[in-house]
């Protein structure tokens, strides 16, 4: 896909933004849509100063930075992402709205236009059943910061068509990403069944107080060389978006060992998802 089309992005929150930010700086006109103003009020301040970043490390100019910025429109209508040449799509991790929203991209877009997901763990052939181009759906599951991970998982699903595929590589190619494709359509995909058993036993340990949070999360850095602690990463994706990731996988995988650890669904209960909410198992300076 050449750096020249126009892609949507539905759903401008947390990946969403930082998918806005990738589309843009790479060239693309953008249209970024969500529900809320609350949240394009957010996304704009995230990808103004993200493109600053950039432009501090010498990626592109101040003019560019300002450049890639104006390429964005940022609207409430879902409508306005009628002449996409591709939507991605980041809005809830949940069936229903998933598919709703599917259902609604299906009815706009031209024909030959693709839909891609940002799921992290849902049936990409179930979302494309709320669409009549089941061929033309596929994912794109990009990791958090959107403009910082260098790879995306790309499942697709049971109908997906190679020529979507390959439609979706070269896209993640033109972001300047690395494309990984999940041959098989299984829950979570590849990265959130490492990732989602990490976030489970570290909860498990502390509901079993074997050792604090912050002792968990040391011995993970500091003992096993990973570059963040299970809770860290907790907080940094959004507990309520753990949360939805695991309950999809345990219900889908009909596996107990998925089920959700207490203190996830305690947090998530109490509002505290995490840096979006600026705090989650730990506290956070919010703007
Ligand atoms: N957070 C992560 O680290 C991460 C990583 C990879 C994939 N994902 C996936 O990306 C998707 C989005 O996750 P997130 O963390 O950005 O969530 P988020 O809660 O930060 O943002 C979701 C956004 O979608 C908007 N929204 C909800 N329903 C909508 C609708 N029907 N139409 C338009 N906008 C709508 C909300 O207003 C919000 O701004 C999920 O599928 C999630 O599983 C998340």
Same mark, same amino acid.
């Given at each position: 896909?050449?750096?020249?089309?126009r892609?949507g992005?539905?759903g401008?929150g947390t990946? %969403?933004? *930082?998918?806005?930010?990738?589309?843009?700086?790479?060239?693309?006109? !953008?249209?970024?849509c969500?529900?809320?103003?609350?949240s394009?009020?957010?996304a704009?301040?995230y990808?103004?100063?993200?493109?600053?970043?950039?432009?501090?490390?010498?990626?592109?100019?101040?003019?560019?930075a300002?450049?890639?910025?104006d390429?964005?429109?940022w609207?409430?209508?879902?409508d306005d992402?009628k002449?996409?040449?591709?939507?991605?799509?980041?809005?809830?991790?949940k069936?229903?709205p998933?598919?709703?929203?599917?259902?609604?991209l299906?009815a706009?877009?031209?024909p030959d236009?693709c839909i891609f997901?940002?799921?992290?763990?849902?049936?990409i $052939?179930d979302?494309?059943?709320?669409t009549g181009?089941p061929?033309r759906v596929?994912?794109?599951?990009?990791?958090t910061p959107p403009p910082?991970r260098?790879?995306?998982e790309?499942?697709? %699903?049971?109908?997906?068509s190679?020529? $979507?595929v390959?439609?979706?590589?070269?896209?993640i190619?033109?972001?300047?990403?690395?494309?990984?494709v999940v041959?098989?359509?299984?829950? *979570?995909?590849?990265?959130?069944?490492?990732?989602m058993?990490?976030?489970?036993?570290a909860?498990r340990?502390l509901?079993?107080? !074997?050792?604090?949070k912050e002792?968990?999360?040391?011995? !993970?850095?500091?003992g096993?060389?990973f570059?963040?602690?299970?809770?860290?990463l907790?907080d940094?994706i %959004?507990?309520?978006?753990?949360?939805?990731?695991?309950t999809?996988?345990?219900?889908?995988?009909?596996?107990?060992?998925?089920?959700p650890?207490r203190?996830?669904k305690?947090? !998530?209960?109490? *509002?505290?998802l995490?840096?979006?909410?600026?705090? %989650?198992f730990?506290?956070?300076?919010?703007d």
């Open positions: 896909m050449e750096a020249t089309g892609i992005v539905l401008t990946m %969403g933004a *930082g998918i806005v930010q990738l589309a843009a700086q790479s060239g693309y006109e !953008v249209v970024a969500d529900a809320t103003v609350e394009l009020e957010r704009q301040v990808v103004r100063q993200g493109l600053s970043r950039f432009a501090d490390r010498g990626a592109f100019s101040e003019d560019e300002a450049a890639h910025y390429r964005i429109h609207t409430t209508l879902v992402l002449d996409s040449e591709a939507v991605i799509e980041a809005i809830v991790e069936v229903a998933k598919k709703e929203a599917f259902a609604a299906d706009l877009l031209a236009a997901t940002n799921t992290s763990s849902i049936s $052939t979302l494309s059943s709320a181009r061929e596929c994912g794109t599951h990009f990791f910082v260098e790879a995306v790309i499942p697709r %699903g049971l109908l997906t190679e020529e $979507t390959e439609r979706a590589k070269a896209l190619t033109s972001f300047g990403k690395l494309p990984i041959q098989k359509d299984v829950p *979570g995909f590849v990265a959130n069944r490492f990732l058993p990490m976030i489970i036993e909860c340990l509901e079993e107080d !074997v050792a604090s002792d968990i999360d040391l011995l !993970v850095k500091k096993l060389g570059p963040i602690g299970p809770f860290e907790g940094f %959004g507990l309520d978006v753990a949360l939805d990731v695991t999809y996988v345990h219900d889908e995988l009909d596996e107990s060992y998925y089920n650890p203190i996830l305690e947090m !998530v209960r109490a *509002g505290r995490g840096h979006k909410t600026g705090g %989650g730990y506290d956070y300076d919010v």
